[in-house]
């Protein structure tokens, strides 16, 4: 078998390379260009709003080089979990900016767009034969988690993308797919093993994040050979090491011998990492180990109401020795103030200097000189969250307490306005595991021709 | 005793998934990782201890060859960006793992 050269430019669609290394990136002569562009780690708004979590103008600035080179080169290109979260509006607003793209660059492609949404009809009616299971610790799922969910998306494995590539596409963007996918789906088509095959893309979806000095913008190069395949970052200050590439195996993941993803596992525990030249690390032994019945990751998010922040600061003194008193009487007083209207609110604070990033966790809760103070008001509607906040706030600001001194005001509020509208807040509903009778089932492949 | 931050070049936490956070501690050799290893000084009641977590709470506590490495994966508090979370990708929750002392001898002193 010939080896297959795969280039994954960057972390995520969007991050950014510089464009020299994907020149140098290009000169390994690639198969495929293959990019990831989601995660769940931005948290829960993304995908319960329909929004991308990165800039439209990066996002367009990366495929403006990205797919200018696929087409010179004439490969395909995969995008994996557009838009981040891979909803149909994040699809739909990735595949806009594909268009304009071509437009402005007069390129001409075929193109495949594969949705992920998993319609909520089949969801319910799984749950209820018993085919939807909590992934880890989530809870059980409930009808109402899955009727409240503004989006449920699945992550697709390499099936869905190899039937794109036997269509012909030039282009695949995929709604919301296993990181590795992307970049497992041609060579796994050509015959290379799986096992090999998404190790390497689990390596190549965070780019060169697995070289030292690490970058999540910066190029890199798989090569599959037979038995083995290689790593080496395509920046000229960077080197793949044995313990770098064999560290990125821990990153974000539960069990580093097993990774569990779309119908089966990679099994690392016969995985070797050979330095093999300065920059470039052999790596072999990685199995893929097929599960019945085949499972996808289903995803969710739902909307708990509506969110406002404000940020100040104190310094004085006293105020801060006493902040966990001043910090129950604004509740109380909150609580008392708005105990006759409609609709139920949560007022949370974050105290910046003390426990503000750890909490109860936090193994030295002792303030500093100064504190940074988050307020934050979640409430049934945009109008109570505002006056919750707003009240809290006021009161924080004039609250009295024995010893006090400066008696103008408690808080430093960098901004006017003082209250910043988050608009919609959301949480995750699902995070689940759905059984498929086949790893096509819902993710049905469809082709445009692109033209200029 | 030694202190780990003398011992490991990567103390880190991240999430892995919305539920779960998990922990790498890369250590500075493999003569350092292997002498953690066999002494098993790091485990699961310890990272319980100092993360204030029931024991059931540590859903993984492994030692990793290939990367010199121990991981521990917990329930997180809270789902990733339920009303009252602090940190969203779960990128500063090692503070624990500073002030860690592990049990060390001096013929085998550290070679960082």
């Known amino acids: ?86 909803a149909r509006p994040h699809l739909e607003w990735c595949r806009e900016i594909i268009l304009e793209v071509a437009r402005e660059e007069s390129l001409s492609f075929r193109m495949a767009v594969i949705p992920a949404d998993v319609p909520r009809s089949l969801l319910l009616e799984e ?30 494995g390499v099936e869905p993308l190899m039937e794109a590539l036997d269509g012909g596409a030039e282009v695949i963007l995929a709604g919301r797919c296993y990181d590795p996918a992307v970049f497992a789906a041609l060579p796994v088509r050509q015959g290379y093993p799986a096992g090999l095959a998404l190790h390497l893309g689990k390596i190549l ?27 080496e970052p395509a920046g000229e200050g960077r080197r793949a090491t044995e313990a770098s590439v064999a560290a990125h195996t821990l990153y974000e993941k539960g069990d580093p011998y097993l990774l569990p993803g779309p119908g ?138 024995p010893g006090r001194l400066t008696t103008a005001g408690n808080l430093a509020f960098p901004y006017s306005p003082s209250d910043f509208k988050v608009g919609k807040a959301y949480v995750f509903s699902v995070h689940h595991l759905l059984t498929l009778s086949d790893p096509q089932q819902i993710f049905p492949v469809s082709f445009e021709e692109v033209r200029p | 005793m030694k202190p780990l931050v003398e011992l490991a070049q990567v103390i880190r936490t991240k999430n892995a998934g919305p539920y779960e956070l998990t922990l790498d501690i890369i250590f500075k050799s493999r003569r350092i990782y292997e002498q953690v290893k066999r002494e098993n000084s790091l485990n699961a009641p310890l990272i319980a201890r100092i993360y204030g977590v029931p024991e059931p709470d540590i859903l993984k506590a492994i030692y990793f060859d290939p990367a010199c490495a121990f991981k521990a994966t917990m329930k997180r508090p809270l789902p990733c960006g339920d009303p009252g979370e602090r940190d969203i990708y779960g990128a500063q929750q090692h503070a624990p793992l500073l002030d860690l002392l592990l049990p060390w001898e001096d013929e085998h002193e550290s070679d960082s």
Do not use: W
């Open chain 1, 127 to 156: 749950l209820s034969n018993g085919r939807v299971e909590p992934l880890g610790p989530a809870p059980q799922l409930t009808a109402d988690a899955v009727s409240e969910s503004t989006y449920l998306v699945a992550q697709m």
């Open chain 1, 264 to 401: 089966g596992s990679i099994d690392l525990q016969g995985a070797v990492f050979t330095q093999v030249t300065d920059r470039r690390v052999a790596v072999e032994g990685s199995r893929y180990c097929p599960a019945s019945p085949y499972t996808v990751k289903v995803e969710g998010a739902r909307q708990i109401g509506y969110r406002v922040v404000s940020l100040a600061g104190a310094r004085d003194p006293a105020f801060i020795e006493q902040l966990d008193t001043v910090l129950q009487g604004v509740e109380e007083r909150t609580r008392d103030n708005f105990s006759n209207e409609e609709g139920g609110y949560r007022l949370l604070f974050h105290v910046y200097g003390r426990d503000g990033v750890m909490g109860a966790q936090e193994p030295h809760p002792a303030a500093g000189h100064e504190v940074g103070i988050v307020m934050e008001a979640i409430a049934d509607s945009q109008e109570f969250a505002e006056a919750v906040l707003g009240f809290a706030r006021s009161t924080m600001l004039h609250f009295g307490f």
């Open chain 1, 1 to 86: 078998m010939r080896p297959l050269v795969l280039l994954s430019p960057t972390a995520i669609l969007g991050y950014g390379f510089p464009a020299v290394s994907l020149d140098r990136g290009l000169s390994f002569n690639p198969d495929v260009i293959a990019v990831d562009a989601g995660s769940t780690d931005p948290g829960p708004y993304y995908l319960g709003a329909g929004q991308s979590f990165v800039p439209r103008r990066s996002v367009k600035r990366d495929l403006v080089f990205l797919l200018r080179a696929a087409r010179r080169l004439h490969i395909p290109v995969l995008i994996g979990s557009a838009g981040g979260s891979g």
């Open chain 1, 205 to 231: 979806e965070c780019a060169a994040i697995a070289a030292v000095p690490g970058s999540g913008s910066d190029c890199m190069i798989g090569i599959l050979e037979q038995g083995r395949f290689l790593v």
